[in-house]
């Protein structure tokens, strides 16, 4: 048996035993040299983050293209540093599940420095705040999910925290006012550049960065605890830039077939963290062999070779291009169309939803037949291939063990892109109606019946966590699930009314009359989910 915490170097032989591939560094030297000289620092050390980020960094180091690691400030849940990172020396075990059935391991050792990054944590604090003060720091990464950025509620109203940290920059509490805070500290330590990279999996994300930084900074400065000159360095994109980018590699949480796996092949770290904050995160993690990362390539303080790492760099427009075929059309639209029916109809696998005819009917119609006519192709990546890919390859892949009810979290936050965007394309583009719309009227009235919390065969389940979930909750407290329900678009006017969600106006548009049909049609009873989509399929649908 090995251990991750096992000497690589001179073990190597009885890591190959176990079929794993180990770094071609000494992580010691590497840590060394990452304590004087840091290059690059990533927020949220999660699954994502551990799986790809960190395996780019490893692909650098073992050719000598870097010799600096990275350091991981978790922003969440201090559990993952202590219990995760710490306990095993920052390492950890990368597992790609190839859809032959086979699966490569590799000891990732990229990671130097791993903190808690809140202001209660002093220590974290302090050494985050000595790393941004050095002039070595050339860029920062982000995984922290869509909701770590944003400082409104869903009525677009600043929250009370966010109000707080632009009063103040001692003890900011949200993760922008943290990093507006680090960003200060570099400014007055000699207004030394960076990149400032977001990798999380939505639209723009570096624009909903910097608008969010934008946003403390100019508080600050309003608010005299700030001079103007440090506003003046962060919208200088010689100084402070904001790239775009896109990412894409599914990684669900760690499976225990994956830990069986591994335990018989020879490895002995397979625990898995339930932590109090409902993070699972364990000594390895389980991806797909398929991915992309795609970054603008606005570095003013320099980067290393990440191309030579299978990173592409690009112009912003052909990012962009990027992140909407994948994020409003080929990929996650599909995805959360999943998660919504998987959730309804009692399924616990990806792959067995796409074995399902209906639901591969489903998102063909949803990808092929209304996405894909309104996206630009960016040529970097062809969409329809790509979503060829997804269908035959990724999707249908067993040995990934992911879940609708993992992809289905945060729905609210993800509806405004994964289908608002295409729905913007068809009200701009005169070749287009709206009014052909049909599979995403499906989707989000499917979505608004899951909120109730029972599946279709009228059995109680727990909705996925979504920062909105008790507020839209509320609206569907009086729906009946045996046909007798009347007051349909009294009950989902609030919830399709709120731009927050639906940023373009659903019943101008006519879309949220489809809604209320369809919903109206699923709760008709026991069945009535799969029903209607059956019908949708047989009045709407093409064979793709």
């Known amino acids: 048996m090995v251990k991750l915490l096992d000497n690589y170097l001179e073990k190597s032989e009885r890591f190959a035993e176990s079929k794993i591939n180990i770094p071609k560094f000494d992580q010691g030297k590497?840590?060394?040299?990452?304590?004087?000289?840091?290059?690059?620092?990533?927020?949220?050390?999660?699954?994502?983050f551990r799986c790809f980020h960190a395996v780019v960094a490893q692909d650098l180091l073992n050719q000598g293209e870097l010799n600096s690691g990275i350091i991981v400030a978790e922003t969440y849940d201090d559990e993952v540093i202590e219990k995760i990172y710490h306990a095993y020396d920052n390492r950890f075990l990368s597992v790609?599940?190839?859809?032959?059935?086979?699966?490569?391991k590799e000891l990732i050792a990229s990671v130097s420095e791993s903190f808690y990054f809140n202001s209660e944590n002093t220590e974290g604090w302090a050494h985050l705040t000595k790393v941004f003060e050095n002039p070595s720091l050339q860029f920062t990464t982000f995984s922290i999910t869509e909701k770590g950025y944003s400082l409104r509620d869903s009525k677009d109203q600043l929250t009370p925290l966010a109000l707080e940290d632009m009063q103040g920059r001692s003890k900011p509490k949200t993760n922008m006012g943290a990093i507006t805070y680090l960003l200060y500290a570099r400014f007055k330590a000699g207004k030394f550049p960076i990149a400032m990279v977001s990798t999380d999996n939505f639209s723009e994300n570096g624009l909903k960065l910097q608008e969010a930084i934008l946003t403390i900074a100019k508080a600050w400065v309003e608010n005299e605890i700030v001079e103007?000159?440090?506003?003046?360095?962060l919208i200088n994109p010689k100084r402070v830039s904001f790239p775009w980018s896109m990412i894409d590699r599914i990684t669900p949480n760690p499976s225990e077939k994956v830990a069986g796996l591994l335990t018989a092949d020879g490895f002995e770290d397979t625990e898995i963290l339930h932590s109090q904050k409902h993070t699972n995160i364990a000594p390895f993690g389980n991806t797909e062999e398929v991915h992309y990362l795609v970054i603008e390539d606005a570095f003013p303080n320099g980067r290393p070779a990440l191309e030579k790492a299978g990173v592409i760099l690009t112009d912003r427009e052909t990012v962009n291009d990027a992140d909407q075929m994948k994020v409003t059309a080929c990929l996650n639209p599909l995805h959360t169309a999943?998660?919504?029916?998987?959730?309804?109809?009692?399924?616990?696998?990806?792959?067995?939803?796409?074995?399902?005819?209906?639901?591969?009917?489903?998102?063909?119609?949803?990808?092929?037949?209304?996405?894909?006519?309104?996206v630009k192709n960016p040529k970097i990546i062809n969409p329809t291939e790509f979503i060829d890919q997804l269908l035959t390859k990724r999707l249908p892949n067993k040995n990934i063990p992911d879940t609708p009810q993992r992809i289905a979290a945060d729905s609210s936050q993800k509806i405004p892109v994964r289908y608002g965007v295409t729905i913007g394309h068809y009200i701009a583009n005169p070749r287009f109606s709206v009014k052909e719309l049909e599979f995403i009227p499906l989707v989000i009235a499917a979505w608004c019946r899951y909120l109730i919390g029972i599946n279709d065969?009228?059995?109680?389940?727990?909705?996925?966590?979504?920062?909105?979930?008790?507020?839209?909750?509320?609206?569907?407290?009086?729906?009946?699930?045996?046909?007798?329900?009347?007051?349909?678009?009294?009950?989902?006017?609030?919830?399709?009314?709120?731009?927050?969600?639906?940023?373009?106006?659903?019943?101008?548009?006519?879309?949220?009359?489809?809604?209320?049909?369809?919903?109206?049609?699923?709760?008709?009873?026991?069945?009535?989910?799969?029903?209607?989509?059956?019908i949708a399929l047989k009045k709407h649908g093409k064979n793709y």
Not at 96 to 104: C, E, I, L, N, V
Not at 362 to 368: A, F, P, R, S, T
């Open 30 to 48: 590497v840590a060394e040299s990452t304590t004087d000289n840091p290059v690059w620092v990533h927020f949220g050390g999660g699954n994502l």
């Open 96 to 104: 790609t599940m190839k859809s032959d059935g086979t699966f490569d």
């Open 228 to 233: 103007q000159d440090f506003y003046d360095y």
């Open 338 to 374: 999943l998660a919504i029916f998987g959730s309804l109809l009692d399924y616990h696998s990806i792959w067995e939803e796409v074995a399902n005819p209906d639901l591969l009917a489903l998102i063909k119609n949803l990808g092929y037949g209304e996405a894909l006519p309104v």
């Open 457 to 534: 065969e009228l059995e109680s389940f727990s909705p996925s966590p979504d920062p909105l979930l008790e507020e839209l909750q509320s609206y569907l407290t009086k729906v009946k699930l045996d046909g007798s329900q009347k007051e349909i678009h009294e009950i989902l006017k609030p919830i399709l009314s709120n731009h927050q969600i639906f940023p373009h106006e659903m019943y101008q548009t006519g879309l949220a009359e489809k809604i209320e049909t369809y919903f109206e049609e699923m709760i008709q009873g026991k069945g009535a989910v799969l029903a209607t989509l059956q």
